[in-house]
């Protein structure tokens, strides 16, 4: 009986780990999809200066989100953290998030997503609230290098302007299709790595302080920006901005305690 039970037990262990990994070429975990260790070429020399120069860089293999964290995730986290304000920590007491009409609202002590709002990508988060989310759930927000590499598709990368395609309005939520409001996740062509919604919907905190001229120094293995500056990295453009800014390249930033309806994130975690 014992030895029966055994192998049960085995039997299950194998299918959960089996349910939670699908293969399409990369490793996929639950949600999350596997960016493979190497090297990719970041930024462009034909656009904005703090684009340039292009160069290469090495990153370690990482996990990142699917999707953008969506409204009902960020609600849940609230009511689980106990607080709209960082409870410890280097930035105790830094407000998270406010409350949006296509966000997340309180009513009688606990959060929730707007109403049909609730898969659609959180907003008015501050970087200290994407963060804090981040963390913990045992993750971290990306680093400018490691947004941009799945961006662009990893090694399954196709070269194009925008996460996934040359058209914008194939893989994008951006001024001219988006009827100036936010939209659920994933319902836009993935990239090539299949990940949604990289390009547009809405901008993305990165975890580095950011530089202008910081690619004319970068470190070419695991760059994790600068030690210190004004504001925190954004990337992939959003609902209310013209295509060219969505583009994988583009770079951009606002000060960490700022939040804005057109501002939210992914999340990534060590292999």
């Known amino acids: 009986m014992q030895k029966t039970l055994s192998i049960l037990k085995a039997v299950l262990i194998i299918f959960l780990i089996i349910s939670g990994f699908a293969c399409d070429g990369n490793m996929e975990k639950k949600d999350m999809v596997l960016v493979a260790a190497g090297e990719f070429t970041m930024g462009r020399d034909d ?50 998030i406010y409350e949006h009409s296509r966000g997340v609202q309180k009513a009688g002590g606990q959060w929730s997503a707007a109403g049909g709002c609730e898969d659609c990508p959180v907003v008015c988060v501050t970087w200290y609230g994407a963060n804090e989310y981040a963390l913990y759930y045992g993750k971290q927000l990306p680093t400018e290098a490691q947004w941009e590499k799945a961006a662009r598709g990893g090694k399954k ?35 090539e790595l299949g990940l949604f919604d990289m390009s547009g919907n809405v901008w993305e905190w990165c975890s580095d302080w950011f530089d202008a001229g910081f690619y004319t120094n970068s470190p070419d293995n695991n760059p994790h920006g600068p030690v210190k500056g004004a504001g925190r990295v954004i990337r992939g453009g959003s609902w209310d901005v013209v295509e060219e800014v969505c583009r994988t390249t583009g770079r951009y930033w606002d000060y960490p305690e700022n939040w804005s309806d057109s501002y939210g994130f992914r999340c990534v975690r060590n292999k």
């Open 47 to 96: 656009i904005e200066a703090d684009e340039k120069p292009a160069h290469p860089v090495y990153l370690d293999a990482y996990f990142i989100d699917k999707y953008e964290v969506t409204n009902a995730q960020y609600a849940a986290f609230l009511n689980d953290y106990g607080s709209d304000k960082v409870r410890a920590g280097e930035y105790f007491g830094q407000t998270m």
């Open 157 to 191: 990368t196709m070269g194009y302007t925008y996460s996934g395609s040359n058209n914008p309005d194939e893989v994008g939520w951006y001024d001219a299709n988006s009827d100036n409001i936010t939209h659920p996740v994933g319902q836009k062509q993935a990239n």
